[in-house]
Structures are given as structure tokens and as C-alpha cells.
């Protein structure tokens, strides 16, 4: 049992079920958490989320963390009442089968188990294949389609019943610390500078991004209307540190190394540079990964705003991506914050990042 005490922002977030295009669980809770301690606050047609601090400042700090998770939307339903889906994000089919689900509907959340052909029905060439995703159901215990239909809609969306647990000291579990840790990090930078009465040289704008999941669409309309001059990102990275993952193809990074800063033509190299720079100054812990091309991440998006945007991405370790049991240190989350705190008081009045 671990003695390490999550923050309740944090835990709150990894609590709420937001899947792309549906975030409005964790929408409530960054609205809890940040608005109290912005100077500023706002909400767009994507709901994403928008705090404010030094309005009058200059150059515009962009931070960006999405709050959307993956899930299943309801597509169908047959005539015995099982449920069909088709994935919202990049889910692999191979360990969607047998999961517990809860799914969202107008009179509050319902529970359901994803099924498919049990082995001992399969001969050997069937055991041997993914199952395609039309040959999962979920199995709500309703006796006909209008039972179900009763209970559900098509179009609500479910999401794992896998909720966050402490493993050991301060590594957690969780179906979507992908990308709840970004927002987290983005929305408790902004309290922390608040509650230290920071003297800002930028204007900060901390977003909670939409639709991350589905191709970063909250952080390019979000990155046309804030028009900042400079922008981190933050989202998740990939721990190499565990079996079957060959350093000499995906890096070396760690979990508990501290946050991963991003090298590559996405990233302005003088962000890349303050971005070292802080880190050394603060005595945090970092890890350098590389990337050849755009980021799979918002910082894609926001570095091709309007005329160009001096871009920086922090990611924070985790291992089994995208499966229903995330694995990210809670230290590698904290340093992160810290790290995006100092960035912030390092940005000078009327900078500039041109190179």
C-alpha cells in the first residue's frame, strides 16, 4: 500500500470520463480547480478551457495540456440488445474484449462488459486473429434492442472501468493519465504562479485542449485564437525502460527520469534551450528525446498558428500507452509542473524567440 497522497486535482481529473468530444466531466473539473485563481477565464465552441494571468503582459505564453481521453462511441444496437461500437482514438483491438466499461447517457452513466467469442469456441485459426471491431459488442444485460435503447442512445460514448490506483511509492495506474497529466500540469502551473503573485514579464494562457485524440482540433483553434508568441505543450512520452523496447529504435527514457524535452523541427531551438536552461536552474530532474518530424502531440498544431508560433513539448513518462492500465510516476508529473512554473518566470517582457 503506498503512503504517497495524489492531489486531489489530479485524482479528480483521472476520475472523470472525457473522451474526445465529450469532455465535459473533466471541463468541471478545471473549471473547480483553475478558475478561482485566473485573472481571466473562457470556454469556446470546442470546449476547450482558458486561463488567464498577466493580461496586459507581452510577449503571449501559450500553455497547452488536452483533457480528452479515448473511448468507444454506440453505433448500433441489435435485436437481443448487445451494443456495437467503433473506437473514438487509437485503441488496439486486441485488449478491448473483456473489459468492464461504463457508458455516458442522458440519465447518468450505465455498466457494461465488452464480450466476444469465448477461446473455447474458436479453432485454431480464429485464436491466431484480432478480433475487427465489428466482432465486439458490449453486453449491458438487456433482454431486446428496445430494452436497451431505453437505457442507451446511439452516439453515447463509454469508457474503461479501469479507475486510478496507487501501485507503489509515488507510480500510479490509470485508464488516461493520456492526457489528464497534461491538463493538470498546464491548469496547476497557472494556481501555483497565482498563489506565489509571480511577477509575469508574458501574458500566460493556460488551455485544456479538446479532441487531442482525434487529431489535435482543440489545440489548432484554441492556438488561432490565444495568438501567442510562444507556447508549451505537454502531453505523454513513451517509457523505453520496460521489455520489448528496443532503445536503438525508440530512445532511452525512464520512468521517475523527469519530464522528457522534446528536440527536433517541431520545437523552436531557443524554447529547446530556456527549456534546459530552467530545468539546470531549478535543480529538476529531464530527459532529452528526439523527433524527426511534426509531434504526435498538439505542439504540431500550435507551432503552425496564424504565422508561426516559437514551440516547446515537455512529455511526461508512461509506459503501455493507450492501454486501459497507464504507468506514470506522480514525481515525473510534479517536476513537470515545476518545470513549466519556471518557464513562465523566465520569459521576459517584449522577448522575442525568433531565430
Not at 294 to 311: E, K, L, N, Y
Request: charged share 25%; net charge neutral; proline share 5%.
Amino acid at each position: 500500500m503506498s503512503n504517497y497522497v495524489a492531489p486531489a486535482f489530479l485524482t479528480e481529473l483521472l476520475r472523470a470520463k472525457s473522451p474526445s468530444g465529450a469532455e465535459a466531466q473533466a471541463q468541471a473539473v478545471y473549471d473547480q480547480f483553475v478558475q478561482p485563481h485566473a485573472d481571466a477565464y473562457a470556454n469556446d465552441a470546442l470546449g476547450c478551457r482558458y486561463a488567464t494571468l498577466n493580461a496586459k503582459g507581452a510577449p503571449t505564453l501559450m500553455f497547452a495540456g488536452h483533457m480528452d481521453e479515448l473511448g468507444l462511441i454506440i453505433t448500433y444496437v441489435n435485436k437481443d440488445g448487445y451494443l456495437y461500437f467503433d473506437t473514438i482514438g487509437g485503441h488496439d483491438l486486441s485488449i478491448i474484449s473483456g473489459r468492464r466499461v461504463i457508458i455516458q447517457t442522458a440519465n447518468g452513466p450505465v455498466k457494461g462488459v465488452t464480450g466476444k467469442r469465448a477461446i473455447h469456441l474458436m479453432d485454431d485459426e480464429d485464436r491466431k486473429k484480432v478480433p475487427k471491431k465489428h466482432e465486439i459488442w458490449i453486453d449491458i444485460a438487456a433482454g431486446s434492442k428496445a430494452e436497451a435503447l431505453k437505457r442507451v442512445a446511439i452516439g453515447d460514448v463509454a469508457t474503461y472501468d479501469h479507475e486510478f490506483e496507487l501501485i507503489h511509492g509515488s507510480v500510479g495506474t490509470a485508464r488516461a493519465f493520456d492526457n489528464k497529466v497534461g491538463a493538470y500540469v498546464v491548469g496547476e502551473a497557472l494556481v501555483r504562479l497565482k498563489k506565489e503573485k509571480a511577477k509575469l514579464g508574458a501574458k500566460l494562457v493556460s488551455v485544456a485542449t479538446t479532441q487531442e485524440e482525434i487529431g489535435v482540433r482543440g489545440a489548432t483553434t484554441s492556438a488561432f485564437a490565444v495568438d501567442p508568441h510562444v507556447a508549451l505543450a505537454v502531453d505523454v512520452g513513451h517509457a523505453t525502460d520496460h521489455p520489448d523496447c528496443d532503445n536503438r529504435r525508440f530512445g532511452e527514457t525512464k520512468l521517475g527520469g523527469g519530464p522528457i524535452i522534446c528536440r527536433g523541427p517541431n520545437i523552436n531551438p531557443k524554447v529547446y534551450t530556456r527549456l534546459v536552461e530552467c530545468a539546470k536552474k531549478a535543480k529538476i530532474p529531464y530527459q532529452l528525446e528526439a523527433d524527426p518530424r511534426p509531434t504526435g502531440t498538439d505542439a504540431r498544431a500550435i507551432q503552425m498558428a496564424r504565422g508561426g508560433v516559437a514551440c516547446g513539448l515537455v512529455s511526461i513518462p508512461l509506459r503501455y500507452m493507450h492501454t486501459p492500465s497507464e504507468v506514470v510516476d506522480l514525481e515525473d508529473v510534479e517536476n513537470c509542473v515545476k518545470l513549466f512554473v519556471e518557464f513562465a518566470k523566465s520569459v521576459k517582457g517584449g522577448e522575442s524567440f525568433n531565430w
